[in-house]
């Protein structure tokens, strides 16, 4: 059955810190952030940018008139909820004016969430050849000011429309999924940022990776030279490339080359971006379909990873056509044109998100009428803008 990514979009804030004068803020090497970590910008996210506005922002351009009466089934991947019984999603099919008869609802697993959303899409499209189904990974990656994990912040949402006959991907049946409970990176409820054990989540990582890529090895009877690319959860671009190089010696020396390559180009968003947990995936499959060369039948590896922990290792095949349907002129600029914030000005952001402190001065400057954006919160209920 011929079921994947028929259209897929990023959104970021327009706002970003520069990762060597976080680190000099911060009295650290800054190579350790741009080599050490691999990130060069960090999205910052202003206080009126919330997963329900990002995950509309992330869909509203890729969805027409024809979708909103075909979608049958939206699913908001998080785990930077706002509420803990309302999904965001049933939010975010008000705003995008999606048919009321639909399944809303939030799924979550740290930053592996949106994948198994895509794969219970696949399967709900199986019997439903005229719905398609809204997957929408939407977070804020927030580790707190000074902390050991603020290099490795960021904020951002992807939105892809899964349906048959797709005009990007076509998911392949040959998922494998490798489950391990391991405290390497958990949010106890009511804690406003996660724990996390960074040396723990690094080899918990690799060690999922390893499984579930040597089980899909074995089940599939494949091995590295048979895909074009690799791609990766980026928490960080060096984490994707560790697990990369733990395993390339496997391969012949022309596949090594063709995978670093591809690696590169496939993180080449992320190093912009910073991690956007359950969408870091995804935004380094748009940055791979966006600058780096594949041809129609082409197949991409794409390994999944949440802490705590699940990894999933899935392929997928290159649609003859697809850089018809991706934005890469509107992507690039967009990363282009954000602005950027002093590390002064940056830690306030940080505070005001993190208080929900609106700042009518500075709101006005943030509110860019042609986007969702969070208005106020009145009485526990957040009211949105929406664009004309
Ligand atoms: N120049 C170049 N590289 C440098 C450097 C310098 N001056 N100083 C340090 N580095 C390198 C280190 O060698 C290390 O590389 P390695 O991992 O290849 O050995 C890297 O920079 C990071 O250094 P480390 O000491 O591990 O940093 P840290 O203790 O500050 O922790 C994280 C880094 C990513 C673990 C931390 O930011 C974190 O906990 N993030 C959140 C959790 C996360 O994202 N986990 C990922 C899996 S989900």
């Not at 999205?43 to 909103?68: F, H, L, R, W, Y």
């Not at 390559?261 to 499959?285: C, H, Q």
């Amino acid at each position: 059955m011929n079921i994947g990514i028929d259209k897929i979009n990023f959104y970021v804030p327009k706002f970003y810190v520069d990762m060597a004068k976080l680190a000099e803020a911060r009295q650290v090497d800054p190579n350790k952030f741009l080599i050490g970590i691999g990130q060069t910008e960090m999205a910052v996210s202003p206080v009126n940018q919330d997963i329900v506005s990002m995950g509309a922002n992330a869909a509203k351009d890729i969805i027409t008139d024809e979708d909103k009466k075909k979608i049958g089934m939206v699913i908001v991947a998080t785990e930077s909820a706002i509420d803990s019984a309302k999904a965001a999603a049933v939010q975010v099919h008000h705003l995008l004016g999606i048919q009321p008869f639909a399944r809303c609802f939030e799924m979550k697993e740290a930053c592996y969430a949106a994948t198994p959303a895509i794969q219970l899409a696949k399967d709900y499209l199986a019997n439903r050849p005229e719905e398609k189904v809204l997957v929408i990974a939407s977070d804020t990656a927030l580790y707190g000011l000074q902390s050991g994990g603020e290099p490795t912040q960021g904020a951002g949402a992807v939105a892809m429309m899964i349906s048959h006959n797709p005009s990007i991907l076509q998911l392949n049946d040959d998922a494998v999924a490798y489950t391990e409970d391991v405290y390497d990176f958990w949010r106890p409820t009511g804690h406003a940022y996660p724990l996390v054990d960074g040396a723990l989540s690094k080899d918990a990582y690799i060690r999922s990776f390893q499984h579930s890529w040597n089980e899909y090895a074995k089940r599939e009877n494949t091995s590295l030279a048979d895909f074009e690319s690799l791609c990766f959860h980026v928490p960080f671009t060096k984490m994707g490339k560790k697990a990369l190089e733990s395993i390339i010696d496997d391969a012949d020396e022309t596949t090594q080359e063709r995978l670093r390559a591809g690696y590169e180009d496939a993180v080449y968003y992320n190093r912009y971006v910073g991690n956007i947990y359950t969408g870091s995936l995804y935004l380094s499959l748009i940055s791979l379909l966006e600058n780096h060369k594949l041809s129609s039948g082409q197949t991409i590896g794409l390994f999944s990873y949440g802490s705590g922990s699940v990894g999933e290792f899935f392929s997928a095949n290159v649609v003859d056509g697809y850089q018809n349907h991706l934005d890469i002129e509107g992507h690039q600029s967009a990363l282009k044109q954000r602005n950027e914030v002093s590390v002064e000005d940056y830690e306030t952001f940080f505070k005001r998100f993190d208080e929900l402190e609106f700042d009518e001065q500075q709101d006005k400057v943030e509110n860019d009428q042609s986007i969702f954006y969070l208005k106020a919160i009145n009485d526990n209920i957040r009211e949105y803008h929406v664009p004309e």
